[in-house]
């Protein structure tokens, strides 16, 4: 694997020294080392923060559709690259293929979307109670930005939040996960290349910071930075989101999810159960919005369940290297990952569930990595353990006797990330949109493979951030109200407050 990474590396064209470091970097298919990469030290995080100030003052200054350019060309580098960096993503973070390559084609149509928003980001004008002046609100570049991202999305929410920051005359410093840093490595040096196309000097534009925990503590209580957008852990975001306020920088947070859906008597299962069975099993449950709660009418539960079992049998069959394009369900990041799935398989058993799969898989060829069979479990009631995020396979099937009190077990957890309802009856439909405490409520599809266009996130514990499409680009700029008064006379203050002093 090794062998096949500097491969990879050669052929994307970028220079980066996989030998040597301080850091060992595994990959979670058969969790022997990589490469091994230099960290950064504070010093080196200081002269980045330093240049990176310079780069955003000429930056601010270039046309946004000039800056929106460089993003084009970005998306189109993305293009011609896919396959191989989505090999990487795979190789590095254990996502099957084909859901690597959906990741990279995520950054390609953030980087379309961007490119678009880059001849927009539209302010207003507002109609002035006094005369001849006019009002209007206009968003101007913010500054540096700094980027905090997960391991699961090791390239995609760099780019849902860096093209934004981008176009918007913002620039970004990037603190990928420990465990990923390879995939931000390559992703950071085709942007390099990128602009390297353009011929333009605006390196400082783009910095990766390479290292764990201590590094982005660092970033985020710097209060150069003038934006922190930290996606990750709701412990994490809890750790950050203190430090951010006391410094009143501006915070964007993207945590843990506890997603949920609900069949309904009238739903179509047909359709409900392969939406199931991606959120559920998808990534190997290790999604932000992978589906981990089902509440199913009490008038349907064991006739689903029956749904589910056999096709969960087949899925074990699809459990294995995620390069090999047969496989559906590739390995858990690591050991620790491992551990936490069967702590949380113990404490289900404590509260009553009954469990089917959610074993480890012991691959000969792989003796050091981590594969699981997915776990299906029988749960009577919400236990304390259904209201934790285990990031791991475990979808929990629960009972219900009627949509309210379905809904009142939905958002009783204080997680509030993706919500959907399996339903053919537009009253239940609606009734579930209303009530549904999530930043997303589907009906008919997944919990999971959001669309870049509109804006993501979630409430509660989710931390309340919104990234991507919509209007998610006016976090990375400052909004500004400006009077104008073009009159002759001497003129009159608002509220018409007179101040004579004559
Ligand atoms: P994690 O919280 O362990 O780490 C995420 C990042 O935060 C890493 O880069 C890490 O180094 C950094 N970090 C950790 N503690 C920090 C601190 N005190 N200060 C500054 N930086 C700190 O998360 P993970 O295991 O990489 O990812 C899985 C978690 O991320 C899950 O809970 C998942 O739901 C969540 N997630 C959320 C979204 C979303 O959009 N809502 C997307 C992907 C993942």
Redo the contacts with the bound molecule.
């Keep these: 694997m090794r062998t096949k990474v500097k491969e990879l590396i050669n052929k994307l064209g970028v220079h980066i020294s996989l030998e040597n470091g301080d850091m060992d970097i595994h990959t979670p298919i058969d969790g022997r080392v990589i490469a091994s990469i230099k960290t950064t030290t504070l010093e080196e995080q200081e002269k980045v923060v330093v240049a990176s100030e310079q780069a955003f003052n000429k930056w601010r200054n270039i046309p946004a559709p000039e800056r929106g350019e460089v993003v084009r060309v970005f998306g189109n580098i993305l293009r011609e690259n896919k396959e191989l960096l989505a090999e990487l993503v795979s190789i590095e973070c254990g996502k099957i293929k084909e859901e690597a390559r959906g990741e990279v084609q995520e950054m390609i149509d953030v980087c379309d979307f961007a490119v678009g928003l880059s001849r927009q980001l539209y302010g207003l004008t507002i109609q002035s109670e006094r005369p001849q002046h006019i009002m209007s609100e206009n968003w101007l570049p913010l500054g540096v930005v700094g980027v ?6 090791p390239v995609a ?1 760099w780019v849902w939040n860096a093209a934004l920051a981008w176009v918007c005359g913002d620039c970004v410093i990037w ?5 990923t840093p390879l995939t931000a490595l390559a992703s950071h040096n085709l942007f390099l290349n990128a602009l390297r196309a353009c011929d333009k000097d605006w390196e400082g534009i783009s910095s990766v910071l390479i290292g ?2 201590e590094l ?2 660092s ?2 209580s710097d209060s150069r930075i003038r934006l922190i957008s ?7 975001g809890k ?2 989101a203190p430090v951010v306020a006391g410094r009143f920088g501006k915070l964007l947070l ?4 506890n997603n949920a859906a609900v069949v309904t008597p009238s739903a179509d299962l047909d359709i409900a159960l392969p939406s199931i069975l991606f959120g559920a099993i998808g990534t190997a449950g290790q999604r ?1 919005t992978s589906t981990r709660r089902l509440f199913v009418h009490k008038s349907i539960y064991e006739k689903l369940l029956l749904m589910l079992k056999p096709a969960y049998e087949s899925v074990e069959k699809k459990i294995g290297s995620p390069l090999n394009p047969n496989t559906l369900i590739g390995p858990l990041i690591d050991e620790t990952s491992y551990m936490n799935m069967q702590k949380a398989i113990a404490t289900i058993k404590e509260q009553g569930g009954e469990i089917y799969g959610g074993v480890r898989v012991l691959m000969k060829e792989y003796p050091d990595a981590y594969y699981v069979t997915p776990a299906l479990v029988r749960m009577k009631k919400q236990t304390e353990i259904v209201h934790t ?1 285990t ?1 791991a396979p475990i979808l929990y099937v629960l009972p219900y006797d009627n949509l309210e009190q379905a809904m009142e077990m939905h958002n009783a957890v204080p997680q509030g ?1 993706s919500s959907t309802i399996f339903s053919t009856d537009i009253r239940e439909a609606e009734f579930f949109r209303q009530r549904s405490d999530c930043g997303i409520a589907n009906v008919n599809i997944g919990t999971s493979g959001a669309e870049i266009g509109g804006a ?3 409430e509660k514990e ?2 309340g951030g919104r990234e991507s499409g919509s209007d998610a680009w006016k976090n990375y700029m400052r909004r500004q109200t400006s009077t104008t008064y073009y009159g002759k006379e001497k003129p009159k203050l608002a509220q018409g407050i007179s101040f004579d002093t004559e």
Excluded: Q, Y
């Excluded at 905090?148 to 999305?153: D, E, K, T, Y």
């Excluded at 603190?175 to 465990?179: I, V």
């Excluded at 930290?230 to 994490?236: C, D, K, L, R």
């Design positions: 905090i991202s997960s391991f699961n999305f929410v603190k990928p996960s420990e465990k764990g925990k982005g503590k970033l985020v930290a996606t990750g852990s709701v412990p994490m750790a950050v993207e945590l843990g999810g932000c995020e990031f990330l993501f996130g979630g989710t931390g």
